[in-house]
């Protein structure tokens, strides 16, 4: 977008919705702050986290909500445990882990077209889903180039191979709570429920299979696409076979055994995930149940954010190499978080988590539902395709971010006017931001791997098209198959009774 027509929008779109605030109620000063920030966010007029800091002036400046209540919203449980997980995620990366399990996936897959591409899809998909998927992409992207340079593809095959790790990423996001921030967006919207059933276990519970299902139709799709002339279609040279085999093996041998550093984050990142699965898995009695305490008939819980925290404390205490530098670096520095953290994903987060607060305080909540309440004649699985769309449609040229935290209040207002399980509706939504595939802005991982170049974007459209519906349509069955096993989807649960936990308005 030029310079002067962003300027433009700049100016005239708050103008524009300016008799949302002129003798109004508190509902509609929250709508203009709400669809403000949903067209800056969309256009990126402004920063994105720039833009997530509007509730900050302009809840107070409109009364709907004092500064103080609006700034602690930024920081919640659900923040603090992203924070503490991308550091980790970090120290992984610092020390070469990740590398090192995406080598070894290629030295086992094979070195024929099709088995490069799990070599590449398997290990992108499993980092993904612990570590942030840009820097998954922008960590395969080296290995990517070197590996074409061998295979001596052609620009089909180049183009597949790209798409096939930018696809990869997006998926793997979803296996996990930690995988991308719609997840933990989700998470922290489900707070305002006691007793939901949304924990680490349950989320890998129902998105594991999905994700499998969806890796497999991104790896069929885009040989389809990029091959359909020659379906069988393999590299058949054995000097090609040799040297790419060699070039991976050498890059792996160039690693050297395990240090004590990468053992060291491999075992405090193992720590922390079995600390976060057994929470409350569902099964047996967690560990937080053991660890509660009353002060004045109040009960203080610990989430997952403590021990998250707890753990990425002691990354900067132990030493990277204490047997011959017991005073050097440790396994992650302060200047490492300051260089490379992504800070502008907290404020997003939180940006959405205020919207969030505004709207139900404002009632602007209830005032959507009251008009969605049509709804209730459409059969559920429409009305979820159609939030879907939705949200798929959006999710193409916004941040998935952004996304989620816009329509996410909206879908939780649905499900209470429906008399639905929130999480049939929300889970649905919150999947099919992540699975955006059609255009380079969609993503972080699409847009690194169209800026190496041998992309057009016509094929990513065309091919992102074809998976986005059908990773809905995977997303839709997994609701109505196992997901119903995993969270009880057929009836309205009593934890999903809003009216003690909105306020009535």
């Not at 433009?8 to 709400?34: D, H, K, M, N, S």
């Not at 052609?154 to 979803?174: D, E, F, P, W």
Request: aromatic letters at 8%; hydrophobic letters at 50%.
């Amino acid at each position: 977008m030029k310079w002067w027509i962003k300027c433009a929008f700049q100016i005239v779109t708050p103008l524009c919705l300016l008799p949302l605030v002129i003798g109004t109620g508190a509902a509609e000063r929250c709508a203009y702050v709400v669809m403000l920030m949903a067209i800056f966010w969309t256009l990126e007029l402004l920063p994105l986290p720039v833009t997530s800091l509007f509730p900050v002036f302009l809840f107070p400046l409109l009364g709907i909500l004092d500064t103080n209540r609006t700034s602690m919203v930024y920081l919640k449980a659900t923040n603090m445990m992203y924070m503490g997980s991308l550091m980790m995620a970090l120290a992984v990366e610092e020390s070469g882990l990740h590398r090192r399990i995406a080598l070894k996936a290629l030295c086992v897959a094979g070195t024929g077209i099709r088995k490069v591409m799990l070599g590449f899809m398997l290990p992108t998909a499993f980092l993904s889903m612990w570590i942030s998927n840009a820097a998954t992409a922008a960590m395969m992207l080296p290995i990517v180039e070197a590996v074409l340079e061998q295979l001596k593809a052609n620009k089909k095959h180049r183009a597949m191979i790209l798409l096939c790790v930018a696809y990869s990423a997006n998926i793997g996001g979803t296996g996990t709570l930690i995988g991308t921030p719609p997840n933990m967006i989700l998470m922290e919207f489900l707070q305002q429920y006691k007793d939901h059933p949304l924990n680490f276990g349950t989320w890998m519970l129902f998105s594991l299979p999905q994700l499998l299902v969806n890796l497999l139709l991104v790896w069929i799709t885009l040989q389809v696409y990029f091959n359909r002339s020659n379906l069988k279609s393999e590299v058949q040279k054995k000097d090609v076979e040799s040297g790419l085999k060699s070039t991976v093996q050498e890059k792996y041998a160039a690693l050297g055994p395990m240090q004590f550093h990468e053992i060291s984050v491999l075992t405090l990142f193992s720590t922390l995930v079995i600390i976060w699965f057994f929470r409350q898995p569902g099964f047996v009695p967690g560990w937080a149940s053991f660890l509660q305490h009353k002060i004045k008939d109040e009960v203080v819980t610990i989430s997952s954010a403590s021990p998250t925290i707890l753990i990425v404390t002691l990354l900067f205490l132990v030493p990277r190499d204490p047997r011959n530098d017991p005073d050097g670096d440790k396994l992650l520095t302060w200047t490492q978080v300051q260089r490379r953290f992504p800070w502008g994903i907290i404020l997003l987060m939180g940006g959405g988590f205020a919207l969030a607060e505004g709207s139900k305080l404002s009632c602007l909540t209830n005032l959507i539902g009251e008009q969605l309440s049509s709804l209730s004649s459409c059969p559920l699985p429409v009305v979820l395709l159609v939030l879907c769309l939705v949200t798929s449609v959006v999710s193409q040229i916004a941040s998935n971010s952004a996304t989620i935290s816009m329509i996410l209040p909206v879908v939780l207002n649905v499900a209470e006017v429906l008399q639905v399980n929130p999480l049939y509706l929300a889970l649905g939504v919150t999947l099919t931001a992540s699975n955006a595939f059609m255009l380079p802005v969609s993503t972080p991982p699409n847009a690194i791997v169209h800026s190496a170049g041998g992309i057009r974007v016509l094929d990513m459209v065309c091919s992102g098209l074809v998976l986005n519906l059908l990773c809905m349509l995977v997303t839709a069955l997994s609701l109505h198959t196992h997901a119903t096993l995993v969270f009880d989807l057929t009836e309205f649960p009593a934890w999903a009774n809003v009216s003690s936990a909105l306020q009535t308005c």
